[in-house]
């Protein structure tokens, strides 16, 4: 009961001076809605992007480009593309921002290609715009890449027959190259994806960060009662000191929790992140609960002050949480921060939300689930042999 009582009394406490609400449900729910909205479309690979093309050209190659590549892909919505007169009025566009890169093509092009000349279509990137570049570069080396393909098997052909081509032979043989399908290609098959939405994934992000912050509040209240007197008190009182750390560590768990099941079912109803299996969902947030927690009680155990402790606490969260990958995916880096990372129960956690959007059940978290709870044990024991200090008037 007396446990029950100062965990109560924490929790008015904290509901009065709604440092619960701000830390546990709205910092973390008004984050993830803004890096949702800034990286969702990277994130779902979706580029709004605009090119300008001027066919100084008008051969026959040129126009293979232009209607065969290019028009295609604005039918079908990949990006808008819009015909030129000039190349002074493409690159103006580029550079004025009204489009994002611009293709020239240079008159003599087609007859290069189909004699052996040499030629380059131009791309003009916008300053502001370097993917959209990357992707018109790639669209233009691919449709040259063909071209020098074609040009190396006509001259092998030739080369081989040991003559020159006769007029009219090689426009022939171009058109019957350019027929002849890829060996090799691409093909796009379904399977069970690890990566989580940009909604999901910072929805996560921001939980494991906060929840970090939000537990803080029941252990913090050691040095408090300390700082206001009443620690003495409750060391005067009928209840063991087992019961008084016992009681703080129940208001940190009872608002983790709180502040993940909210966080959970907000973003799934406001930002659309799809968590996964519940009951996984479930094992992976009381395992965060507990790793905050054991971590919460190290910086009690060792800070001299309530305010110590609180700026200790946020510095060790935002590092765990940007090691962990809570703001940029750190497995894309590689290396050496790839391997750091591994340590920090938010990588962990993130891990088996992977395997949860995967289609994975509970059972498929327990490994990760695992990790995050004994990081939280293995500091929370640590800090026993020194929270005793902090009990005392």
Same mark, same amino acid.
């Given at each position: 009961?007396?446990?029950?009582?100062?965990?109560?009394?924490?929790?008015?406490?904290?509901?009065?001076?709604?440092?619960?609400?701000?830390?546990?449900?709205?910092?973390?729910?008004?984050?993830?809605?803004?890096?949702?909205?800034?990286?969702?479309?990277?994130?779902?690979?979706?580029?709004? =992007? !605009?090119?300008?093309? +001027?066919?100084?050209?008008?051969?026959? %190659? #040129?126009?293979? &480009? *232009?209607?065969?590549?290019? $028009?295609?892909?604005?039918?079908?919505?990949?990006?808008?593309?819009?015909?030129?007169?000039?190349?002074?009025?493409?690159?103006?566009?580029?550079?004025?921002?009204?489009?994002?890169?611009?293709?020239?093509?240079?008159?003599?092009?087609?007859?290069?290609?189909?004699?052996?000349?040499?030629?380059?279509?131009?791309?003009?990137?916008? =300053? !502001?715009?370097?993917? +959209?570049?990357?992707?018109?570069?790639? %669209? #233009?080396?691919? &449709? *040259?890449?063909?071209?020098? $393909?074609?040009?190396?098997?006509?001259?092998?052909?030739?080369?081989?027959?040991?003559?020159?081509?006769?007029?009219?032979?090689?426009?022939?043989?171009?058109?019957?190259?350019?027929?002849?399908?890829?060996?090799?290609?691409?093909?796009?098959?379904?399977?069970?994806?690890?990566?989580?939405?940009?909604?999901?994934?910072?929805?996560?992000?921001?939980?494991?960060?906060?929840?970090?912050?939000?537990?803080?509040?029941?252990?913090?209240?050691?040095?408090?009662?300390?700082?206001?007197?009443?620690?003495?008190?409750?060391?005067?009182?009928?209840?063991?000191?087992?019961?008084?750390?016992?009681?703080?560590?129940?208001?940190?768990?009872?608002?983790?929790?709180?502040?993940?099941?909210?966080?959970?079912?907000?973003?799934?109803?406001?930002?659309?992140?799809?968590?996964?299996?519940?009951?996984?969902?479930?094992?992976?947030?009381?395992?965060?609960?507990?790793?905050?927690?054991?971590?919460?009680?190290?910086?009690?155990?060792?800070?001299?002050?309530?305010?110590?402790?609180?700026?200790?606490?946020?510095?060790?969260?935002?590092?765990?949480?940007?090691?962990?990958?809570?703001?940029?995916?750190?497995?894309?880096?590689?290396?050496?921060?790839?391997?750091?990372?591994?340590?920090?129960?938010?990588?962990?956690?993130?891990?088996?939300?992977?395997?949860?959007?995967?289609?994975?059940?509970?059972?498929?978290?327990?490994?990760?689930?695992?990790?995050?709870?004994?990081?939280?044990?293995?500091?929370?024991?640590?800090?026993?042999?020194?929270?005793?200090?902090?009990?005392?008037?």
């Amino acid at each position: 009961m007396a446990v029950l009582r100062i965990a109560l009394k924490d929790i008015r406490q904290r509901l009065r001076d709604r440092s619960a609400y701000l830390w546990g449900i709205v910092a973390p729910l008004g984050l993830a809605a803004i890096f949702s909205l800034l990286f969702s479309d990277l994130a779902t690979n979706a580029l709004d =992007v !605009d090119f300008a093309v +001027a066919d100084l050209d008008r051969g026959q %190659v #040129a126009r293979t &480009f *232009v209607d065969q590549v290019l $028009a295609p892909l604005d039918e079908q919505g990949v990006f808008g593309v819009e015909e030129v007169p000039s190349a002074e009025t493409a690159r103006l566009m580029a550079a004025d921002g009204k489009v994002d890169a611009a293709f020239v093509i240079p008159a003599g092009f087609s007859a290069a290609a189909e004699g052996g000349g040499a030629s380059a279509i131009e791309v003009v990137a916008n =300053v !502001d715009s370097p993917i +959209a570049g990357q992707v018109a570069q790639s %669209v #233009a080396g691919q &449709f *040259v890449g063909e071209i020098n $393909a074609v040009g190396t098997s006509l001259a092998t052909y030739f080369t081989v027959l040991g003559r020159a081509p006769e007029p009219g032979e090689t426009e022939g043989l171009v058109e019957a190259a350019m027929a002849v399908p890829s060996p090799l290609g691409l093909e796009e098959v379904s399977a069970a994806s690890k990566e989580l939405t940009a909604d999901t994934y910072y929805s996560a992000a921001m939980a494991i960060l906060f929840i970090f912050l939000t537990v803080q509040f029941g252990v913090l209240g050691l040095l408090e009662e300390r700082e206001n007197g009443t620690m003495g008190r409750l060391l005067a009182a009928p209840i063991s000191r087992r019961s008084i750390v016992a009681g703080k560590a129940l208001t940190s768990f009872i608002l983790g929790i709180v502040s993940m099941a909210v966080l959970v079912a907000g973003t799934t109803l406001l930002l659309g992140a799809s968590w996964g299996n519940s009951l996984g969902v479930a094992i992976l947030v009381l395992a965060a609960v507990i790793a905050a927690l054991g971590v919460m009680f190290v910086v009690a155990a060792f800070a001299r002050t309530a305010e110590q402790a609180g700026n200790l606490q946020s510095i060790i969260a935002f590092v765990l949480a940007m090691l962990g990958g809570s703001f940029f995916p750190v497995a894309q880096a590689g290396g050496l921060i790839e391997k750091l990372s591994l340590i920090t129960p938010h990588a962990w956690f993130l891990r088996g939300l992977g395997d949860l959007a995967a289609g994975g059940g509970a059972a498929t978290v327990f490994p990760a689930a695992l990790y995050v709870a004994l990081f939280g044990l293995v500091t929370g024991s640590l800090a026993q042999f020194r929270i005793g200090k902090v009990l005392s008037p």
